[in-house]
T-cell receptor, first 118, second 110 residues
Framework: EAGVAQSPRYKIIEKRQSVAFWCNPISGHATLYWYQQILGQGPKLLIQFQNNGVVDDSQLPKDRFSAERLKGVDSTLKIQPAKLEDSAVYLC????????????????FGPGTRLTVT | RKEVEQDPGPFNVPEGATVAFNCTYSNSASQSFFWYRQDCRKEPKLLMSVYSSGNEDGRFTAQLNRASQYISLLIRDSKLSDSATYLCVVSGGATNKLIFGTGTLLAVQP
């Protein structure tokens, strides 16, 4: 079974530029997540989609970050304009549709996109 | 206070040693608990879920104490291949989102 695919793997941009990341989840997985992992920290959830609807975007800096999952499959995450503190690894993950409360399916992570803002 | 707290380490141990990682969480309503493993410059991968009754998978044992809001992971007979960052993770709430700790770095020495 193919895993979560992400591209690009690495990106270097200057501050105030724009950047976009792409994610293709595991086939059949309804839930898709974007995380930001800053060096030395654990991943932090930015946004969660279930099919093409947003479930949680409470920690997404909406003044500069946007994400979409138009057809309930692939997703893109955009940063515009980028700041130095956006330097991080951006991880995409997917899981099957969530069961009832009190349980979670395993999340499968992609290899991530390492962003450096100079 | 962070939602999930871990000792960042690093823990430097010789092969064959037993090592224990601890984690505390702040939200008493958390419902699910996990340990993820992350190799250097790789993505996190699920190591094991953690249950109130405790659970074991080979050399790995996980424990949960809901009253103390405390999670632990014990690794027996450490191998070089166990060297990685171990992330404590809790989830709960309406969206069951995962909250990660900062991770504990383990380096097993030959």
């Amino acid at each position: 079974e193919a895993g979560v695919a992400q591209s690009p793997r690495y990106k270097i941009i200057e501050k105030r530029q724009s950047v976009a990341f792409w994610c293709n989840p595991i086939s059949g997985h309804a839930t898709l997540y974007w995380y930001q992992q800053i060096l030395g920290q654990g991943p932090k959830l930015l946004i969660q989609f279930q099919n093409n609807g947003v479930v949680d975007d409470s920690q997404l800096p909406k003044d500069r970050f946007s994400a979409e999952r138009l057809k309930g499959v692939d997703s893109t995450l955009k940063i515009q304009p980028a700041k130095l503190e956006d330097s991080a690894v951006y991880l995409c993950a997917s899981s099957p549709i969530r069961r009832g409360s009190g349980s979670s399916y395993e999340q499968y992570f992609g290899p991530g996109t390492r962003l450096t803002v100079t | 206070r962070k939602e999930v707290e871990q000792d960042p380490g690093p823990f430097n141990v010789p092969e064959g040693a037993t090592v224990a990682f601890n984690c505390t969480y702040s939200n008493s309503a958390s419902q699910s608990f996990f340990w993820y493993r992350q190799d250097c410059r790789k993505e996190p991968k699920l190591l094991m879920s953690v249950y109130s009754s405790g659970n074991e998978d080979g050399r790995f044992t996980a424990q949960l104490n809901r009253a103390s809001q405390y999670i632990s992971l014990l690794i027996r007979d450490s191998k070089l291949s166990d060297s990685a960052t171990y992330l404590c993770v809790v989830s709960g709430g309406a969206t069951n989102k995962l909250i990660f700790g900062t991770g504990t770095l383990l380096a097993v020495q030959p």
